[in-house]
């Protein structure tokens, strides 16, 4: 195994879901950790809450992954103490709306494109460099099963996570011979607030889309996002597919 013990690991969207589930996983692990989401307080709470159960060293980082700006400039200002990121799990990323194409609303698109593709862009552009810089590294894409499936009305978010899974790719052919890694990890129906997000805050709607089987628990992509990081440095675990044992594909889920 490579050992995460003090190695520096951020990650985007830290504040809820699979996300927060990541960051006490690798708190576990004994890694130093950067936490970046737009929710601050929901950060710093979260802090507390490992500090008291594991005492890891931790940065919190207020930030919107849609602001090119300023993700460059918050990762730019990372002390020296900082710096020097081994693990980045892109895992900043939402769905809004589950409408027709025809019918879609501009801005619900514009919020995926923004945040599942552009966001991942702006944080890989500013952190990979490092990396390469210092021969090691690992880029852990969060991508969806809404990647390698298209679903009805899934149009424009399984385009998003499309992409992601393309720029994975993309990115392992142009960091080979670097000695960073490059991962995803596409999860299927995994119950966090996913799907209140996408339905615009309705609970009653939202939660009728993980009646009837056990779906996924945001901790068990987690525990998915660390295998892959601590696997030895000649192995990489390219894609890892996670489903819920009653789902087998995006649209076939056997419901009680």
Not at 16 to 38: E, H, M, N, T, Y
Not at 179 to 208: I, M, Q, Y
Request: with cysteine; proline share 4%; glycine share 10%.
């Amino acid at each position: 195994m490579y050992s995460l013990k003090n190695k520096i690991v951020f990650i985007t969207g830290a504040s809820s879901g699979i996300g927060r589930s990541c960051v006490k996983a690798f708190a576990a692990q004994g890694a130093r950790l950067i936490l970046a989401a737009r929710r601050a307080e929901r950060l710093e709470k979260l802090a507390v809450e490992l500090k008291t159960e594991h005492g890891p060293d931790i940065l919190v980082l207020k930030l919107d992954v849609r602001d090119p700006a300023a993700v460059a400039a918050a990762v730019a200002g990372l002390t020296a103490e900082w710096a020097a990121i081994d693990v980045l799990v892109n895992n900043a990323g939402l769905s809004r709306g589950l409408d027709k194409l025809h019918e879609g609303k501009l801005q619900d698109w514009d919020e995926m494109i923004d945040t599942n593709i552009k966001g991942l862009l702006y944080v890989s552009r500013a952190v990979i460099p490092g990396m390469v810089a210092r021969g090691r590294g690992h880029v852990i894409n969060i991508g969806s099963i809404a990647g390698r499936e298209v679903y009805p009305s899934g149009n424009v978010y399984c385009a998003t996570k499309f992409a992601v899974n393309a720029l994975t790719k993309g990115m392992r052919l142009d960091l080979n011979g670097t000695g960073v890694r490059v991962s995803t990890v596409d999860p299927g129906l995994t119950e966090t607030e996913f799907s209140v997000v996408r339905f615009h805050g309705d609970a009653g709607r939202a939660g009728k889309v993980y009646q009837g089987y056990a779906p996924l628990a945001p901790e068990d992509i987690a525990d998915a996002v660390v295998y892959c990081a601590t696997r030895p440095m000649h192995v990489d675990v390219a894609e890892m597919l996670v489903l819920p044992t009653a789902q087998a594909s995006t649209t076939l889920i056997h419901r009680k």
